[in-house]
């Protein structure tokens, strides 16, 4: 599985989950193409009520990933697949993206199935020429960063800057995913350094109107089109 990557919202822990619930209503509204649910702090049984609350929220208007919890994605997909009067096996958590230091790729795939939308970070060189070993069809997209530094994740890795991530996704056939620090002006300069999309964390956040950013990200993303 693949689809459209253009848009990734990744949600941000430290909004509080009542208003990120609306703003994730908000961000796929307005156009928003995958929200990853990431919390690094939550307990898992948090977590997978979390996940439960915004599948039901996004209603597969876009699609919907966890990060780094295999055991919650399957958890909620087991119940919504009980859930689902359509007879879809769980359709409403669409996948996962893992980290280097995560469950591996291969393992979730096995669990998750084909259809199932797996991404896997990757920043270095190294991380890239693993992903080449695996099988086709193991990861569908390489979520690659930091562009600039980020406040979300301080122990990120030295920022590859534009012209840096372009090295890195030239170096692929697999889709690459900007992310870090990424801002409105950034959008159309990675598209046309190879990027088949682009994540934003705190940019959305800490917005105001966080559905108008989402059209400002769109704008920019298909002003070369």
């Known amino acids: ?20 619930r609306d703003l994730v209503d908000e961000v796929v509204a307005a156009g928003a193409s995958v929200v990853q649910l990431r919390d690094k702090v939550a307990t898992g049984g948090e977590l997978f009520a979390r996940t439960l609350d915004l599948a039901d929220v996004i209603a597969g208007r876009c699609t919907f990933v966890v990060d780094d919890r295999l055991d919650v994605v399957l958890a909620a997909r087991d119940r919504l697949r009980g859930e689902d009067r359509s007879g879809r096996e769980g359709a409403r958590v669409d996948g996962i993206h893992l980290g280097q230091s995560d469950v591996p790729v291969d393992a979730a ?15 270095t060189p190294a991380h890239l020429a693993a992903a080449a070993a695996l099988p086709d069809g193991t990861v569908d997209y390489l979520g690659v960063g930091v562009i600039r530094a980020t406040t979300t994740k301080p122990d990120h890795p030295r920022p590859l800057g534009i012209g840096g991530f372009g090295e890195l996704a030239a170096s692929t056939p697999l889709p690459c995913v900007a992310i870090g620090g990424i801002g409105v002006d950034d959008v159309a300069a990675l598209r046309r350094a190879g990027a088949a999309g682009i994540a934003v964390v705190s940019l959305l956040s800490e917005a105001d109107d966080p559905g108008a950013v989402v059209q400002d990200l769109l704008s920019a993303w298909r002003a070369d089109e």
């Open 1 to 20: 599985m693949t689809g459209d990557l253009s848009l990734h919202v990744v949600t941000d822990h430290r909004v509080p989950f009542a208003r990120l």
């Open 109 to 123: 795939r096995a669990l998750l199935g084909p259809d199932a939308l797996i991404g896997w970070t990757a920043n």
